[in-house]
């Protein structure tokens, strides 16, 4: 009698368990999002990438702030969107609320990932997900010259608007 029952509720307890798993595991994404998006509006608002490379490379997209952040990502999935047939991978976007870049404007930074729900169980795109969002604003120290050419100098490649 007692295994009918423990049968019985099994299912239950586990699905309650791994619930609870995944949505630490949501917060925990939320959380490295929010750290990204800290990190990358202090980089921008100084106008200096923190990829070691840059210096030499200041034109390259590679090594600008954007690649950089991404690269600082907690785990594979945040970072590169998993290995799942349907990659969503976290995407970093700067931009000025005002659309100017002067100092002491503001700059924004939207981080955003999609995150897919108990995906470790029945695999990505068969169950819901959720685009977590996180967002730092700073006032620019350093002026850029040209923050939303891809190819300038500046250590951030930045939206004219937030339309990314």
Known sequence: MAL???ALVLPLVLLLLLGMIDVGKAVNYW????HLANEAARAAAVNNSPD???AANKNTTAYK?????????????LK?????????????????PNGTHNVGDPLKVVVKARYNWLAYLVGRGLLP?????????????????????ATSADAYVASSSNSC
């Open 129 to 149: 997900s959720s685009q977590l969002t996180a967002t730092s604003t700073m006032r620019i120290e350093q002026q850029p010259t040209d923050p939303t050419n």
């Open 65 to 77: 702030i954007n690649t950089a952040i991404i690269n600082q990502a907690d785990s594979n999935e």
């Open 80 to 96: 590169n969107g998993g290995t799942s047939s349907i990659p969503s991978p976290v995407s970093i976007c700067i931009y000025f």
């Open 52 to 54: 070691p490379n840059w």
């Open 4 to 6: 009918i029952e423990f």
């Open 31 to 34: 959380n490295d999002e929010t």
